[in-house]
Structures are given as structure tokens and as C-alpha cells.
T-cell receptor
């Protein structure tokens, strides 16, 4: 079966660093994605990992370990506008993307 | 210019009615999708079309019928609406890369919030 787990909610303070974890078990793997979704809006692409290791993109970084079925999204220098849901998704081949339940991040002043 | 546009943005209707949601993408992508996001914010794939051909049809009641007249359009028709159909429906598209290591990034439309009373 397909299963992706993430914490449901997280809270952090403006300027801090937060790490959102994702574990997955899928029948296929063609890459792992992180999307950001603000309330009432569409998900937007943040990052992609297909090989093990860390991908850095400005304040956001994403890490993947395929052997452990594990990824995390690291957000640095948190800003209020980072309050959103963060969705972990696996490309399961065949244009079949499996999404996790999303982690709602609240950034407090 | 909106990359993936879907209409209507809001839809309020009575149980038992039939309704349609339209989606168009101007990105030149080959693949289009319908996702359903319920009140718990879980995004679940419903259908996927590649160049007008159905390639994914998840366990969705046959009251839901997708139609792709060309690769830039994917519409969703829902018959005999039920209370449980209330959700936000997202259209998305991607350019599938065959044999190339690269991201099949999904581009989403703004969503269509369906409320069934």
C-alpha cells in the first residue's frame, strides 16, 4: 500500500528554524516533493529530491534518505508568511503522486 | 496569464443535482489531473489523463466522469451529488519526463470549492 506520514501541526517562532519530517512507504519511487499551501489557496512547489542528500534553496532545504524512506523540510529564518501547510508527496511512477496529510505550521511573533 | 485555470471557484448546490467543473492549462503539459481535498486537507488523486487518454482512475464513484477534449482541457462532471462530495477539487498539470531524471512538478489550479446542501 501507499502511506505517507507527517506531523499534523507544528508551531515555531519568527526567526527560528523548523524541521518538518516525512516518512513514506510507496510501491514505487520517482522522487519526493514538498509543496506549500496557504489557507484557501493552491499548493505550490517548493522542492524536489530524487537522490539521497540535501537540496538547498534559499531559506528552504530538503533532505532525502531513500533507504530509510525519510525526508525533511528545513525552514530557516522563519517569517510570518511561512505560516501554511506543508505537503510531502511521492511520485509513485505512472503520473501517480501520493500526498501526505500535510503539516500545518504556525509561525508566532 | 494563469497557467492552470479552473471554473467555477465556488459552487453551492443541492443534493441530487449534476454539476461540472472546467479546467484549462496553457503550459503545454501532456498530463492533467483531478485531485480532491477534503475537510482534513488530504489531497487524493481522482483521475489522470495523458494526451487525452485516461491513465489513472482511482476508486472514485462512477458518478464522477472526467472528459478531456484535448490535452489542454480536463473537465469533471459529477452526477447525483451527495453531501460527501463537498470538498475542494484541484485541477493540476505536469510535463512527464520519460527517461530523464527530473521533477514532474505539479502545477495546480486555484481550486473549486464544492458545497452540497
Amino acid at each position: 500500500g501507499q502511506n505517507i506520514d507527517q506531523p499534523t501541526e507544528m508551531t515555531a517562532t519568527e526567526g527560528a528554524i523548523v524541521q518538518i519530517n516525512c516518512t513514506y512507504q510507496t510501491s514505487g519511487f520517482n522522487g519526493l516533493f514538498w509543496y506549500q499551501q496557504h489557507a484557501g489557496e493552491a499548493p505550490t512547489f517548493l522542492s524536489y529530491n530524487v537522490l539521497d542528500g540535501l537540496e538547498e534553496k534559499g531559506r528552504f532545504s530538503s533532505f532525502l534518505s531513500r533507504s530509510k524512506g525519510y525526508s525533511y523540510l528545513l525552514l530557516k529564518e522563519l517569517q510570518m508568511k511561512d505560516s501554511a501547510s506543508y505537503l510531502c508527496a511521492v511520485d509513485n511512477y505512472g503520473q501517480n503522486f501520493v500526498f501526505g496529510p500535510g503539516t500545518r505550521l504556525s509561525v508566532l511573533p | 496569464d494563469t497557467a492552470v485555470s479552473q471554473t467555477p471557484k465556488y459552487l453551492v448546490t443541492q443534493m441530487g443535482n449534476d454539476k461540472s467543473i472546467k479546467c484549462e492549462q496553457n503550459l503545454g503539459h501532456d498530463t492533467m489531473y483531478w485531485y480532491k481535498q477534503d475537510s482534513k486537507k488530504f489531497l487524493k488523486i481522482m483521475f489522470s489523463y495523458n494526451n487525452k487518454e485516461l491513465i489513472i482512475n482511482e476508486t472514485v464513484p462512477n458518478r464522477f466522469s472526467p472528459k478531456s477534449p484535448d490535452k489542454a482541457h480536463l473537465n469533471l462532471h459529477i452526477n447525483s451529488l451527495e453531501l460527501g462530495d463537498s470538498a475542494v477539487y484541484f485541477c493540476a498539470s505536469s510535463q512527464v519526463r520519460q527517461g530523464v531524471s527530473g521533477a514532474n512538478v505539479l502545477t495546480f489550479g486555484a481550486g473549486s470549492r464544492l458545497t452540497v446542501l
